[in-house]
C-alpha cells in the first residue's frame, strides 16, 4: 500500500474537529509533572503525537507516530511505543520501519497486536529483536484504528471505510495467515470495547463535523451483531473504556474536546473534569482508577484519578 488519496482529506478532519492547525514541526517541549506519585501528571518526554495508551505490567505502553507533521495515515515508517511508568519514560519498541501511525492496541500472553496504517503489527515483546508479523486489510480499509478482544476473536475498527473486521488470534505465533473478516458497518468506528459480552464503539465523523450518526453503539449479542445507539448525542468520539463493574462507559470526545460519561442504565451523560484542556483526547486507558489520556494533537499524556 504505498499511496493514499484520502490522506489530504483525513487531515482536513483533524483540524476541522479542533478548529485550529493540528501541530507545527517542533517537537513540544517536555512538561513532566513533579517526580512524586501524585497526581495529576503531564507527561510529555520523548513523545511525539501521542495516540493511544494500554496498560501494562506496572505501567503504560504509549503509542506515538513519529512523524514530520501530523499525519494519522502516514507512512514515513518512525512510529514507536514507548512505556511509561509514574514518570519514567523508557522506549519499548523503536522507531525500526513497522510502524507508521500506531494506534489502538491489544495485548495477550506477551503478544502486542498494534492497529496501523492498512495492517495489524503484532510483537512478541518476549523476543523484541524478531520481526514482528503483519495482519494486511483490504486495500481500501487504511485506517485500522483500534482493537479489542473476546476470547480468540479480535475486534478491528476501520473509521474510513466503516467497517468492523474479526481476526482469530487463537495461535498469535502464526497471525499473519490470519485474514481479516468483515463484521459489521458503522460510520467511522473509532474506539473499541468488550466487556461482559457486549461490544461497545464509538464514532468519529469521516467528514469532520458530527452527524447524528456519530455517536456511540453497543452490539448485545456478539454471535447475532446489530448495533444499537445508546446516546444520541452526536460528537468526533475517540476512545472508550469500561469501568469495572460494567455499568458505565467513558468516551473521549474532539468536538468539544474532552472525556464524557455515560451512565449504561438511565443513560445520562456527564462530562468529566480534565485537570487541562485537551485538543485531541485520543485511545486513552482505565486502569486502577487512573484515566491515562493520550493528547495526541500536543504530544503529550495526562494521568489523573477518576473524579
Not at 144 to 168: E, P, Q
Request: aromatic content about 8%.
Amino acid at each position: 500500500m504505498k499511496n493514499f488519496s484520502r490522506i489530504s482529506f483525513i487531515l482536513l478532519i483533524i483540524v476541522t474537529a479542533i478548529g485550529a492547525p493540528a501541530c507545527n514541526k517542533s517537537k513540544t517541549t517536555a512538561q513532566n509533572s513533579p517526580t512524586n506519585d501524585t497526581l495529576p501528571r503531564i507527561v510529555s518526554d520523548k513523545m511525539r503525537f501521542t495516540e493511544s495508551t494500554y496498560p501494562y505490567r506496572d505501567g503504560f505502553i504509549v503509542a506515538n507516530f513519529g512523524s514530520s507533521e501530523l499525519n494519522p495515515l502516514n507512512l514515513e515508517g518512525k512510529g514507536y511505543l514507548l512505556f511509561l511508568k509514574e514518570t519514567t519514560v523508557t522506549m519499548l519498541i523503536p522507531p525500526d520501519g513497522n510502524l507508521n501511525a500506531p494506534r489502538g492496541m491489544y495485548e495477550r500472553n506477551g503478544w502486542l497486536f498494534i492497529a496501523d496504517v492498512g495492517k495489524i503489527v503484532v510483537y512478541n515483546l518476549n523476543s523484541l529483536n524478531v520481526k514482528p508479523q503483519t495482519v494486511w486489510f483490504p486495500k481500501e480499509d487504511v485506517m485500522v484504528n483500534d482493537l479489542a478482544a473476546h476470547g480468540d476473536t479480535l475486534f478491528a475498527t476501520v473509521s474510513n471505510t466503516g467497517r468492523i473486521f474479526t481476526v482469530n488470534i487463537k495461535d498469535p505465533a502464526r497471525v499473519s495467515r490470519e485474514k481479516p473478516v468483515k463484521y459489521i458497518n458503522i460510520p467511522g468506528p473509532n474506539g473499541i470495547a468488550v466487556a461482559f459480552g457486549k461490544l461497545y464503539i464509538c464514532s468519529f465523523s469521516q467528514q469532520g463535523k458530527p452527524d447524528a450518526a456519530n455517536v456511540v453503539y453497543v452490539v448485545n449479542d456478539l454471535k447475532k451483531p446489530v448495533p444499537e445507539k445508546i446516546i444520541t448525542q452526536p460528537g468526533n468520539y475517540d476512545g472508550i473504556a469500561v469501568s469495572d463493574g460494567g455499568t458505565k462507559l467513558y468516551v473521549s470526545n474532539w468536538s468539544p474536546a474532552g472525556v464524557i460519561e455515560i451512565d449504561l442504565s438511565t443513560k445520562a451523560v456527564k462530562k468529566i473534569n480534565l485537570p487541562v484542556e485537551v485538543t485531541g483526547p485520543a485511545d486513552f486507558s482505565l486502569w486502577d482508577g487512573k484515566l491515562i489520556i493520550p493528547d495526541l494533537v500536543k504530544s503529550r499524556v495526562i494521568m489523573m484519578k477518576m473524579p
